[in-house]
Nanobody
Framework: QVQLVESGGGLVQSGGSLRLSCAAS????????MAWYRQAPGNQRELVAHITSGGSTDYADSVKGRFSISRDNAKNTVYLQMTSLKPEDTAVYFC??????????????WGQGTQVTVSS
């Protein structure tokens, strides 16, 4: 089995910064794409940022220029550096990873989510 564990969420004032981490562990042979999603109350889960195994990235228009996604392949960890935070960034943030197990099966896994609250 594979587990994704997020950390780094919390309460921050508007204009502040936070760095989220998501570490994958378990029966991992390799990890392909990794991503961060978020879901605010009453809203659908939306893609925030995505990174390929080679390091190519893309972002939702609402976070471009403010958020940065990166990964450490040796640690099976993906990060989301969030700056210039706004109240509308308030949501539960989830990480997502495409993982190949030692049985050579690809599967998408989700973390449990970490709350980010931005006060005005």
């Amino acid at each position: 089995q594979v587990q994704l564990v997020e950390s780094g969420g919390g309460l921050v004032q508007s204009g502040g910064s936070l760095r989220l981490s998501c570490a994958a562990s378990g029966s991992i042979s390799s990890i392909n794409d990794m991503a961060w999603y978020r879901q605010a109350p009453g809203n659908q889960r939306e893609l925030v940022a995505h990174i390929t195994s080679g390091g190519s990235t893309d972002y939702a228009d609402s976070v471009k220029g403010r958020f940065s996604i990166s990964r450490d392949n040796a640690k099976n960890t993906v990060y989301l550096q969030m700056t210039s935070l706004k109240p509308e960034d308030t949501a539960v943030y989830f990480c997502n990873a495409q993982v190949r197990s030692f049985t050579w099966i690809w599967k998408t896994y989700w973390g449990q989510g970490t709350q980010v609250t931005v006060s005005s």
